[in-house]
């Protein structure tokens, strides 16, 4: 019970770790003028009404996969809902550069900003993640959504999280062992 706990809890900083960072990378351009701040609240007010609320997470999942897989440059896409939200794995050739790969998850959130379900998506190129992804997504096919989700965040986590040399505590040896 306590290392599920463990993974609960790991899930759930990652959760917070991936949104986070893609809410970091949605920043506006320095060079743009801001709008006034009326034009600011309808794009707001806008932006909250166009996204559905998700009722069928899996045909949400499918949908979000078939528009990434539109963009040119996108090999395969893999996507897991949570909620009203969405984390979507692009994979792209593997020897692309990054400023290209910036570019298609660029154009990856561009046609989710115009879909209804696509809008609070989060998108990644990262190869790992993308393949944690995937695997959760087919831990959701097959009847485990839950323990899928924090098994691999968990593991995600465990990948994130750095190992000090000076933490470390050696076991004791065995006292028969002595010699």
């Known amino acids: 019970m306590k ?3 463990v993974k609960a ?25 801001l ?3 009326n034009q600011m609240e309808a794009q707001a007010n806008n932006n909250r009404t166009n996204n559905k609320p998700i009722d069928n997470p899996r045909k949400v999942a499918a949908h979000l996969e078939m528009l990434a897989r539109g963009v040119e440059g996108v090999r395969d896409a893999n996507c897991v809902v949570f909620g ?9 050739n593997e020897k692309m550069e990054r400023s290209q790969v910036g570019t298609l998850k660029y154009a990856v959130a561009e046609a989710f900003r115009k879909d209804p379900y696509g809008i609070n998506a989060v998108v990644t190129a990262d190869m790992d993640l993308a393949q944690r992804i995937r695997e959760i997504r087919v831990d959701v096919r097959n009847g485990r959504p839950i323990a899928g989700f ?9 990948r994130l999280v750095p190992q000090i040399p000076r933490n470390i505590i050696p076991p004791n040896a065995p006292e028969n062992m002595g010699g």
């Open 35 to 37: 709008p006034p701040d």
């Open 9 to 33: 809890y790991g899930a759930a900083m990652l959760l917070l770790i991936i949104l986070a960072m893609g809410s970091a990378g949605c920043g506006q351009k320095e060079s743009a003028p």
């Open 150 to 158: 924090t098994e691999e965040l968990a593991d995600i986590i465990g």
């Open 84 to 92: 009203n939200y969405a984390i979507v794995g692009i994979n792209v």
């Open 3 to 5: 290392n599920y706990k």
